[in-house]
Every structure is written in structure tokens, then in C-alpha cells.
Nanobody, 123 residues
Framework: QVQLVESGGGLVQAGGSLRLSCAAS????????MGWFRQVPGKEREFVAA????????YYADSVRGRFTISRDNAKNTAYLQMNSLKPEDTAVHYC????????????????WGQGTQVTVAS
């Protein structure tokens, strides 16, 4: 079992950067695949990035590849999403999630979710 809390969201100008953090409780953080998703009102939750348990394998949505970097520090029970070259279309509530299995690009694969943090990119 893991509890997740996101932080680091806020308002940024287009082209700027934000770093999101996801702090996890418990003693088994390294057993979970971690993912980041985002959602805007009226639309489905969208996959952003995922990272394997060891941190050696990462996956990105085409829309963010080359701009965002997912990472994790298992010693600190924390996952991160470094967001560079932000665009107005990145505006969304961003959620971190943990999957007991290998995870994937669909929200249904994830077992635990944070409460979300708002990212707003102004043009």
C-alpha cells in the first residue's frame, strides 16, 4: 500500500519549466511502477510518463517526449516530473500514480493515485 502526494504545480509562462514531485508513504515504494497523468475538465485522463521500479526504463507520451523527464529517488520515496518548454496545452491537473504491476499507459493499470496538482501555462 502506498499514499501519494503531489506538489510543485503552479502558474508558469509558455516556454518555462516546472518540477513536480510525488512523495510516497510506506516502505515499499521501490516495488511500484510510477506514472504521471494529466486531465482537463471534460476530457479523459491522459498518460504523460512512466518509470520502472528501478528507474532504468522510462516511457513518454508523444506529446511530451523531449520536453519532460520522469525520474525517481527510491531512497527518498519520491518520483519527479521535470517539465521544460511548457506549452499552453500542457495546462491540466497532474496526477502521480503507482502500479503494483508493470503499469502502462491507461489509468486502469494503476492502483494508487495522488490528489493532483494544477499546472497552468500562460501564453
Amino acid at each position: 500500500q502506498v499514499q501519494l502526494v503531489e506538489s510543485g504545480g503552479g502558474l508558469v509562462q509558455a516556454g518555462g519549466s516546472l518540477r513536480l514531485s510525488c512523495a510516497a508513504s510506506g516502505r515499499t515504494f521501490s516495488r511500484y511502477t510510477m506514472g504521471w497523468f494529466r486531465q482537463v475538465p471534460g476530457k479523459e485522463r491522459e498518460f504523460v510518463a512512466a518509470i520502472s521500479r528501478s528507474g532504468t526504463t522510462t516511457y513518454y507520451a508523444d506529446s511530451v517526449r523531449g520536453r519532460f523527464t520522469i525520474s525517481r529517488d527510491n531512497a527518498k520515496n519520491t518520483a519527479y516530473l521535470q517539465m521544460n518548454s511548457l506549452k499552453p496545452e500542457d495546462t491540466a491537473v497532474h496526477y502521480c500514480a503507482a502500479a503494483a504491476d508493470e503499469g502502462g499507459e491507461e489509468p486502469e493499470f494503476y492502483d494508487y493515485w495522488g490528489q493532483g496538482t494544477q499546472v497552468t501555462v500562460a501564453s
